[in-house]
C-alpha cells in the first residue's frame, strides 16, 4: 500500500480532478490512500513545522517505509523511481510519501524518513506537486509493468 501523507488540502478543482484521474489509473496497481494533514500558518517557523510533524506523524507506523519530498533529497529519474517503488514493496508492506508545508517538513520527519527524494530544485505549489507525485507512481508502475506510457 502506497500512503501519501501531506499538509494542507487541494482547493482548486481541477487538481482535484487530476488526482481523481491518477487514483482511478493506480487502482489498478496498488491500494493508494491520501491523508491530508492541517497546515498551520504561524508566524514562528519552527512552531509551525513542530504543529505539522505531530499531525504527520499520527500517521506513520514502525514498519513503514517511509519517503519524505525534500528539495535537498535525491533525484532519480523515472526509471529509477520505478525500481525504488518495485524493490521497497518487496520488502516493506507500505510505502509513505511525506510532503511538507509550505516551509517543509521538521528535521525529525527527515531523520525518521529512510529515504530523500527531490524531484527538482524548483519550488512547486504543494497542490500541482501531490498531481506531479501521483503522475511519477503512475509511471512508475506502467514502467514495472513493462507497459506503454513512459515514453
Known amino acids: 500500500m502506497i500512503k501519501i501523507i501531506c499538509v494542507g488540502k487541494i482547493k482548486e478543482k481541477f487538481y482535484r480532478d487530476a488526482i481523481e484521474e491518477y487514483l482511478k489509473r493506480l487502482s489498478k496497481y496498488t491500494k493508494i490512500e491520501i491523508i491530508e494533514c492541517k497546515d498551520y500558518s504561524l508566524d514562528n517557523i519552527e ?30 529519474t523515472s526509471e529509477e523511481f520505478a525500481d525504488k517503488i518495485d524493490k521497497t514493496l518487496i520488502s516493506n508492506s ?3 510519501f511525506i510532503i511538507g508545508g509550505s516551509n517543509g517538513l521538521h528535521d525529525s520527519i527527515k531523520k525518521r524518513s529512510n529515504y530523500l527524494l527531490s524531484f527538482s530544485k524548483m519550488t512547486f505549489p504543494h497542490q500541482l ?11 512508475g ?8 506510457y513512459h515514453k
Open 47 to 76: 512552531e509551525e513545522k513542530e504543529k505539522e510533524k505531530n499531525e504527520i506523524e499520527r500517521y506513520i507506523f514502525d514498519k513503514d517505509y517511509v519517503i519524505a519530498l525534500d528539495i535537498k533529497g535525491n533525484y532519480l
Open 94 to 96: 507500505n510505502i509513505d
Open 129 to 139: 506537486f501531490r498531481v506531479i507525485l501521483l503522475e511519477q507512481i503512475y509511471r
Open 141 to 148: 508502475f506502467k514502467i514495472i509493468n513493462n507497459e506503454s
